[in-house]
């Protein structure tokens, strides 16, 4: 849910970036790099970091170095390292908690039809702008949007 949150804010809370060759091996990442963004040395990615990588083909995406399982590849590409706020990781529990119950498959809010009827028998789904069940009716963006609005970019 990282990926999308920062996508979302428009914001990867990037503290460096290593552009290269990216060797990821038995979850270790090694870069063979051209360039870098802020200053002449390769940065070290410290255990527990976040790190948003580009370029792979089965990495990509924001991982938790260390913690998270990453798939052995070489590929040409970058690894930014973030420093994202701990009220972010905390909204991002928050959001995935509300997605599992909002927009799981036997949520009301997921049906695809706002009203049917069939030999006797009709359905609507009611819409809800403000209120009690708002919630239900409003993706996590519109739910989440003003907590998260401080770390949003144009």
């Known amino acids: 849910m990282l990926t999308e949150l920062c996508q979302y804010l428009k914001n990867w809370f ?13 979850g270790n990442i090694t870069v063979v790099s051209d360039s870098l963004l802020y200053g002449g040395s390769v940065p070290t990615i410290q255990s527990g970091q976040y790190i948003h990588i580009e370029g792979s083909v089965f990495n990509s995406g924001v991982h938790q170095y260390g913690e998270d399982t990453l798939t052995n590849e070489t590929f040409e590409g970058t690894v930014w390292l973030m420093g994202i ?4 990781i905390d909204l991002d529990a928050e959001i995935t908690a509300w997605r ?4 799981s498959i036997s949520s009301p ?8 009827s069939f030999k006797g028998y009709a359905y609507s789904k009611g819409t809800v702008s403000s209120g009690a069940g708002a919630e239900s009716a409003l993706g996590w963006q519109n739910v989440f949007g003003p907590r998260l609005a401080p770390w949003r970019k144009i």
């Open 14 to 26: 990037e503290l460096d970036q290593i552009s290269g060759k990216v060797t990821i091996t038995d």
């Open 85 to 88: 706020p701990q009220a972010i």
């Open 100 to 103: 599992d119950k909002y927009e």
């Open 109 to 116: 809010a997921m049906s695809p039809f706002n009203s049917e």
